[in-house]
């Protein structure tokens, strides 16, 4: 086998802790179907527009056909996608107060296109109203352009995260360029055995949150530690092994791990991941319990989240879980009224 400074470069084999497509040479591939899914549904629902004639919103995405991958060959990222939607929009008319619901066809979103030249289709149920579908037409249909930009964008960075990573060239470029800005760069030199490094350090972040919940703790404890009602609050089959060593999927496969620790109504701790992360990098999360009287304020510590992910990591637990938990909160207690 190849050592560093020999041989054809497309078989050297760095040491790396996850030991896979050496010098980003080899083909990999991801597939983002079921990630674009959630994606574009989290950056078209709720969209509005308004005006002096009325306001819009684009409240739901009927149909969602298609698929997406993220490929890399040669230290280069392929992206692939093709999908056909259908959103749900509803207006009402400000002078009259008149309500009607529309829909918006986007037949071909693809790679072949660029988003200013994707079709986009308004229309609008039978009755008057038409000031609405303009609305729809114009304003609406230039804010679906960019909400589509934006998941294209996230696309190409935030899912694809990990698949090009760095070869052993330039983790020894970075290591020298921060001891010289750290100014020590006679004291602290680089020699090319220190090069010799297992695995690619990930910039991650730590990211602390706090949410008050109508529950007490044991209550709110069960719902991160029940396969049912983790099922109820995420809409989707989850894997539920809630003891130490025990396995943790949510969310189709998007969120997975597993239970580090558990002290009932006080503290769980998950060695917990998103799919689009580097393959094996996990984040710690954290979440403590603590009593209010008839509330619980929820401590989430998550550390190791990849610097590229930070947002989208805030997003997934604000919108997720603690928005969802809510709702469930709220349906049990109107059950039981």
């Known amino acids: 086998m190849a050592k560093w400074g020999q041989g054809d470069p497309r078989w050297i084999v760095e040491e790396r802790a996850d030991a896979t497509n050496v010098n980003n040479w080899h083909w990999t591939e991801r597939d983002a179907t079921s990630w674009s899914k959630s994606k574009l549904k989290e950056v078209l629902v709720g969209l509005v527009v308004e005006s002096e004639a009325g306001r819009c919103e ?65 229309s609008k149920k039978k009755g008057e109203g038409d000031v609405l579908k303009d609305l729809m037409r114009t304003e609406g249909t230039t804010k679906v352009r960019e909400a589509l930009r934006d998941y294209l964008k996230a696309l190409k960075t935030e899912f694809t995260l990990g698949m090009i990573l760095p070869t052993k060239a330039t983790v020894g470029q970075e290591l020298t360029a921060e001891r010289k800005l750290s100014g020590n760069a006679v004291q602290d030199s680089v020699s090319p055995q220190s090069l010799d490094i297992v695995g690619v350090k990930i910039p991650t972040v730590k990211i602390l949150m706090r949410e008050t919940f109508n529950s007490p703790p044991d209550k709110l404890y069960r719902i991160f530690t029940t396969k049912e009602l983790v099922q109820k609050f995420s809409k989707c089959p989850a894997v539920i092994e809630a003891e130490k060593g025990g396995k943790l999927q949510m969310f189709d496969g998007c969120v997975s791990g597993e239970y580090a620790e558990l002290v009932p109504s006080q503290r769980i701790v998950w060695k917990w991941r998103c799919s689009n992360w580097p393959d094996e990098h996990y984040a710690t999360v954290a979440l403590n319990f603590k009593d209010m009287a008839a509330q619980t304020e929820l401590q989430l510590e998550c550390k190791g989240v990849p610097v590229s992910d930070e947002d989208s990591t805030r997003q997934c637990w604000k919108k997720q879980y603690f928005e969802e938990i809510h709702i469930l909160l709220q349906q049990s207690k109107d059950n039981t009224e």
């Open 58 to 122: 684009i409240s739901d995405v009927k149909h969602l056909e298609g698929e997406a991958s993220c490929n890399s060959r040669k230290g280069k990222l392929i992206i692939f996608y093709e999908w056909n939607l259908r959103l749900s929009w509803k207006g009402t008319v400000k002078e009259s107060g008149e309500k009607h619901k529309g829909s918006v066809e986007i037949p071909n979103l693809s790679e072949e296109n660029e988003v200013d030249d994707t079709e986009i289709n308004v």
